[in-house]
Structures are given as structure tokens and as C-alpha cells.
């Protein structure tokens, strides 16, 4: 069955340190793929994705991911974290094009100041 | 532009009453509509998909139904609420773009 894993339920970094947060899928070909942010109570904005071409790709607030077939992995990064990045981040994949995403757990990230 | 609207924000409802969540798109025609779970300790997980008006597609056995009564109207309804009924409910749409964008979800404890 498709999945999404998530590995790290919670991170806690320091201000201005790098962060990683690891996405593996379980799916036969590449799908679409996706990386949301949910601040507290809040709904998900779309941080970055991936449909073909270039595996690194670029999102807002400073976010990147890269793709990597190999590893079936879209692990996003970030080179300086910021207070204001502590949130939840769900990674996402689409296998149909219908735009049902299958979500993963979910890493809740803590920034210390 | 497009905008979607998710009420109530916050609902706590004793087991066994109704439900009734209401999600609307504005800025759109025909878009896709999407109902997802959050319960405590898990991802998002994908309860109903539409189409189009009247058409519904279940995608995990439950306590809950969905209808769609007008093009950008989405609702999620129960008979009667269970204790496992409890969590936070995202409303989404797709309308040919590349991303489904999301409501501000609906924190439901059931009592």
C-alpha cells in the first residue's frame, strides 16, 4: 500500500541552526509531492513542491527540498532555522493526480532561542 | 480570488448528538473537494472526496458521511457522534492549479 513515513515525531533545534526533516514514500513510480506547515490551530500552507525536473527544489520562507528517487525520499531543509518556523510540517505525496494527498505523521519542530 | 470558509472553528459536542460542518469555496467553479481527519497523535488522513454536486467518494469506513449540495458547498454530518469522532477536520479544494489549498479546520472534542 502507498504510505508516507515521517520518521521524527518531534525535532528541537536552536536559532539559526540548519534543520533536516526526513520524508521517505512507498509507492512504484514518483508522485507528486508535497511539503505543508500547520502553526497551532491553524489550517496547512504549502511550503514546497515537487512534480519533475530538478530534484532540488526551492520553497518560501527560506525552505528547500531535494528529491531523491533512490532512496524514495523529500527531505526538506533549512540552512538558518527562526523562531517563528516552529510548527508542525507534514510531507505529502498525490500517486493519482486527483489531489488526494497521503499524508505522513507529521514532525512537530520546537526552536529553542 | 479564492478563499475557503470552514464553521465553527471550535465545537465540543456530547457523544451521541448530531454533527455538522460546513465548508464553502469562493472564486471557483467545480472544484474539488476534499474533507480530512487529524485525530491526536496522527497524520491527516482523507475521509471524502467530491467531484462534483451529489457526488461523493468514501475513502475509510466510518461514522460520517459527506454531501454536496451546491458546486463550492462541502458538509460533514453524523447521526450520532462517537468518542473517536474527536479531532481536527480540514476542508480542502483543488481547482486545476498545482495544490490543494486548506481551510483553517474545525477543532471537534466529543464529550
Known amino acids: 500500500a502507498q504510505s508516507v513515513t515521517q520518521p521524527d515525531i518531534h525535532i528541537t533545534v536552536s536559532e539559526g541552526a540548519s534543520l533536516e526533516l526526513r520524508c521517505n514514500y512507498s509507492?512504484?513510480?514518483?508522485?507528486?509531492l508535497f511539503w505543508y506547515v500547520q502553526s497551532p490551530g491553524q489550517g496547512l500552507q504549502l511550503l514546497l513542491k515537487y512534480f519533475s525536473g530538478d530534484t532540488l527544489v526551492q520553497g518560501i520562507k527560506g525552505f528547500e527540498a531535494e528529491f531523491k528517487r533512490s532512496q524514495s525520499s523529500f527531505n526538506l531543509r533549512k540552512p538558518s532555522v527562526h523562531w517563528s518556523d516552529a510548527a508542525e510540517y507534514f510531507c505529502a505525496v498525490d500517486t493519482s493526480g486527483t489531489y488526494k494527498y497521503i499524508f505522513g505523521t507529521g514532525t512537530r519542530l520546537k526552536v529553542l532561542a | 480570488s479564492q478563499t475557503i470558509h470552514q464553521w465553527p472553528a471550535t465545537l465540543v459536542q456530547p457523544v451521541g448528538s448530531p454533527l455538522s460542518l460546513e465548508c464553502t469555496v469562493e472564486g471557483t467553479s467545480n472544484p474539488n473537494l476534499y474533507w480530512y481527519r487529524q485525530a491526536a497523535g496522527r497524520g491527516l488522513q482523507l475521509l471524502f472526496y467530491?467531484?462534483?454536486?451529489?457526488?461523493i467518494s468514501s475513502e475509510v469506513p466510518q461514522n460520517l458521511s459527506a454531501s454536496r449540495p451546491q458546486d463550492r458547498q462541502f458538509i460533514l454530518s453524523s447521526k450520532k457522534l462517537l468518542l473517536s469522532d474527536s479531532g481536527f477536520y480540514l476542508c480542502?479544494?483543488?481547482?486545476?492549479?498545482?495544490?490543494?489549498?486548506f481551510g483553517q479546520g474545525t477543532r471537534l472534542t466529543v464529550v
Open positions: 467530491s467531484v462534483g454536486i451529489g457526488q
Open positions: 480542502a479544494w483543488y481547482g486545476g492549479n498545482t495544490e490543494a489549498f
Open positions: 509507492y512504484g513510480a514518483t508522485p507528486y
